[in-house]
């Protein structure tokens, strides 16, 4: 997308115009996608929830309630940021980071069709991968700088939960670049034109959809936050802005997941009949609902429960599937 | 089952235990002297497991403690009150026989000011620490230093 | 708190799991319980004394807020405290009545738990799903009564109003959808779901020995193993003819606890069925005067309330007022378990056992 704004402006304007001129292009296309999804994703999300609880959810602001979300921003945006002995650089750099990783990532994946991506480059699901997997370190970063025990704790708790799990993830993740041979999503998704690679690695499937929704913090692996023990774990003390950049990165994250699961596992945008595009967003957003179910069923398990669970039977699981991988790959 | 108790603690105490009947529906055993009560718990303890709830009854200059117990086989309770002066409210304590009196002695300590004498830790449980007197009693007066009460003062 | 080791965690008074003003001092090492202390008063109004100030029938008022979430069982405990002084026999239908109303209540009570352990373990749906059954015995108490949380129904010598002639074609729907609910939709959140169990099963253990310790009542006792219930063992109101069974649970651990409510719903289901079956044709209530005189008497009245075996001690005088009331809390013995249980279990732990307690604050601090 990049090359193609770069490419059509450089008819009008000189060098250093055109790059300019891309570049917020760009920027305009990427937080418009970073505004939008969160009012998209958030509604389901509650209208959803809401259903399954037999409430209504939101109705009031904009049409079946659509613009709740922008609503609730806006609140955000009024509210005054109350803190006492915070460690004012760490603590407003951490939701700055966040957001920036979920910049990173809907700058480089793919949206839903081959190169079809605001910035190509050859390695994007590494990129992907390292912009989820710097959130452990901010969380505890965030948790220390609020000067909160409620917030250590959250912190301790989300840099320990993201660590176990994010090494399964990779792992995961590598059975699925060796079957493909790339790092590239294009590729990866070019590889399941015939069969989808669900049929060939289903234990990478549950592996990585696990994994993947502890690493995202989502709501039977919610242990960081834990509304009900923790308050709200390491974001105790945030509000205002540096919340809601907080909700956006998260509707960001849990969207980047469904999309991950359907370029890695479900074939992507291959599908026969309808345009690719359309198989995309088809699967992406069954995806993303199926992803979105189980924070209204399960309740939130213990830490060490968790962590347990994670060294004993994800990180074997994943590597076991790896040699198997691996041996039927090269052998 | 009960008046095997009742008859234990006649046997044991003999004078110093009275059985009032009239005065309500259940037996009210009357424990003379307050000393005896530890031994009386004990006794006690063989049947009934817990202290159901023990109630302080201001009736200057005299305060009568209610001890109600009750155990977990059937629907006896027994009645055991101990009366004792305003000018020494102490009494011994029944936690280290019944566990479950712990916080009621603390509530009545905190509403009364009745001492338990061997109480691990008898501290004020319902009200602040540094409240202004004990509000159940009777000649409890709603002063300055009540209406003044901020809870500011207080240390966590 | 003598030896402090690791963090001093201060949870509540202030915290959306203590169930409104329980404080916990939770000194921690990582994130296990070294040693906790319970601390209670908060939500001190001062009852007992407000109690010495009123006469006996504007208590009621008073009374309701004691265990907010089953204040029909309040009200009938302190009628049946001024009734039993004052030498007062109600009617048949007034006893029939309290005993539905009871009842009601205790589902009430009981779905407010069943709602606010799912949701102290994360699982929000719970909380909606059980709110939302209450909500519907709500509509049948305000229909009855005119109040909701706080109905003010009962009054000394029987109940304010009749039963409206509607009654039964209103409250039996929702009994059986109450009951069709519980048995499919709640097993399948809670009692099927293995993430619930796991959360629940073999945590904050409160064995026999405990209980007996403590003086622990009610569901948290039959969750231990004690096969004992007021209504069944001292029959009051009109239990004496109700077939009912009394639930008991092995275990003693906050799933079992979780069990006992659930089966306690059903049970009151059963007794209303019967209770609205029999009720007797006649007069509601009994006139009394408004100001009543008791004789100077001791009167000890014991209920089985939702949350255990709650007790008034009244003390009269010849007044019109009582000398002394003393109420008897059933959660103010439980909570002491906390002490006892918690050590060496999560922070995550607190939460699931406090909840698998039930305390009302209301009642606790009085």
Not at chain 1, 85 to 108: E, G, K, Q, R, W
Not at chain 1, 177 to 202: F, K, M
Not at chain 1, 301 to 308: G, S, W
Not at chain 3, 112 to 127: A, E, I, L, Q
């Amino acid at each position: 997308m990049l090359s193609y704004a770069y490419a059509v402006l450089s008819r009008w304007l000189p060098y250093p115009l055109n790059l300019i001129g891309a570049l917020i292009a760009l920027l305009v296309a990427s937080l418009a996608i970073v505004a939008v999804i969160p009012i998209i994703i958030g509604w389901v999300d509650r209208k959803y929830g809401a259903r399954i609880q037999s409430r209504w959810g939101p109705t009031y602001v904009g049409p079946f309630g659509l613009l709740q979300n922008v609503a609730d921003l806006i609140k955000l945006l009024g509210k005054r940021v109350i803190t006492t002995n915070v460690d004012i650089l760490s603590y407003t750099f951490v939701p700055i980071a966040l957001t920036a990783a979920a910049f990173l990532m809907i700058l480089i994946i793919p949206w839903g069709g081959p190169n079809l991506s605001i910035v190509n480059i050859p390695y994007n699901l590494l990129f992907i991968y390292v912009a989820m997997a710097v959130s452990p370190l901010l969380i505890l970063l965030a948790g220390w700088s609020e000067n909160n025990k409620y917030a250590i704790i959250g912190g301790f708790r989300g840099a320990t939960q993201i660590a176990t799990y994010e090494l399964a993830l990779i792992v995961t993740i590598l059975s699925v670049t060796i079957l493909s041979g790339s790092y590239n999503i294009n590729d990866i998704v070019a590889g399941q034109s015939s069969v989808w690679y669900v049929v060939y690695l289903p234990l990478a499937f549950i592996l990585f959809i696990t994994a993947g929704y502890a690493v995202v913090e989502r709501d039977p692996f919610d242990i960081p936050e834990a509304t009900q023990e923790l308050l709200a774990g390491w974001k105790v003390e945030y509000s205002g802005l540096r919340y809601g950049l907080f909700l956006l990165s998260d509707y960001v994250k849990i969207f980047m997941l469904s999309m991950l699961v359907v370029y890695l596992f479900l074939g992507g945008w291959n599908g026969p009949l309808l345009p690719a595009f359309v198989w995309f967003w088809i699967k992406t957003i069954v995806t993303m609902m199926i992803l979105l179910t189980p924070r209204w069923v399960y309740p939130r398990v213990r830490i060490d429960q968790l962590v347990k669970f994670g060294w004993n039977w994800m990180l074997p699981l994943a590597i076991i599937n790896l040699l198997a991988v691996g041996m039927v790959v090269f052998v | 089952m009960p008046s095997k108790v009742v008859d234990a603690l006649k046997d044991s105490f003999k004078d110093n235990v009275t059985v009032l009947s009239d005065n309500g529906v259940e037996d009210v055993i009357v424990l003379s002297d307050k000393k005896l009560l530890k031994e009386a718990a004990k006794l006690i303890k063989k049947i009934h497991d817990i202290v159901f709830l023990i109630t302080v009854v201001d009736r200057n200059p005299t305060f009568e403690i209610g001890y109600v117990f009750s155990n977990y086989v059937d629907k006896s309770i027994l009645n055991l009150r101990v009366n004792i002066m305003q000018d020494d409210l102490s009494i011994d304590s029944i936690t280290s026989v019944f566990p479950s009196a712990d916080w009621e002695e603390r509530e009545a300590y905190d509403m009364f000011g009745i001492k338990f004498n061997g109480h691990p830790s008898l501290k004020r449980i319902l009200l602040p620490e540094d409240w202004p007197g004990h509000p159940l009693r009777k000649d409890f007066k709603v002063t300055d230093d009540v209406r003044n009460w901020t809870g500011l003062d207080l240390k966590f | 708190m003598e030896k402090q080791k690791g963090v001093i965690l201060n949870i509540g008074p202030v915290h959306p799991a203590t169930h409104g003003v329980l404080k916990l001092i939770a000194d921690l090492e990582g994130d296990t319980i070294d040693n906790i202390k319970v601390e209670i008063g908060f939500l001190h109004r001062g009852k007992e004394k407000m109690a010495e100030m009123r006469y006996f029938s504007n208590y009621y008022p008073i009374v309701d807020k004691l265990d907010y979430v089953s204040a029909l069982q309040m009200e009938i405990l302190f009628a049946s405290v001024v009734e039993k002084a004052a030498g007062i026999e109600i009617p048949p239908r007034a006893v029939y009545i309290r005993t539905i109303m009871a009842e009601i209540q205790r589902i009430m009570s009981h779905l407010v738990f069943v709602g606010s352990f799912g949701m102290d373990v994360g699982n929000y749906t719970g909380f909606i799903w059980a709110f939302r059954e209450r909500e519907e015995l709500m509509t049948v108490v305000e229909a009855i009564s005119g109040g909701r949380l706080a109905p003010m129904y009962i009054c000394n010598g029987g109940t304010f109003y009749d039963l409206p002639e509607n009654f039964s074609y209103m409250l039996s729907p929702v009994l059986d959808r109450i009951e069709k609910k519980v048995k499919n939709e709640y097993a399948t959140l809670f009692q099927k779901n293995n993430v619930f169990i796991m959360r629940s099963k073999s945590v904050g253990i409160i064995d026999k020995q405990l209980v007996k310790q403590l003086g622990i009542t009610g569901p948290n006792m039959r969750a231990a193993g004690i096969e004992r219930d007021i209504r069944r063992i001292d029959p009051y109101l009109a239990y004496e003819e109700m077939e009912f069974e009394v639930p008991t649970e092995e275990d003693g651990d906050a799933y079992s606890r979780f069990l006992i409510r659930i089966r306690e719903i059903i049970e009151s289901i059963k007794i209303i069925r019967q209770a609205m079956k029999k009720l007797p044709a006649g007069s509601y209530k009994k006139p009394v005067p408004w100001l009543l005189k008791i004789p100077a008497k001791y009167t000890l009245v014991r209920h089985e309330v939702s949350k255990g075996e709650m007790a008034m001690h009244m003390v009269t005088d010849g007044g019109m007022m009582p000398y002394r009331l003393k109420i008897r809390s059933p959660t103010f013995f439980s909570l002491k378990a906390l002490e006892k249980v918690l050590v060496g279990s999560r922070i995550a732990d607190i939460v699931a056992v406090i909840a698998s307690i039930d305390p009302v604050m209301g009642e606790v601090d009085r």
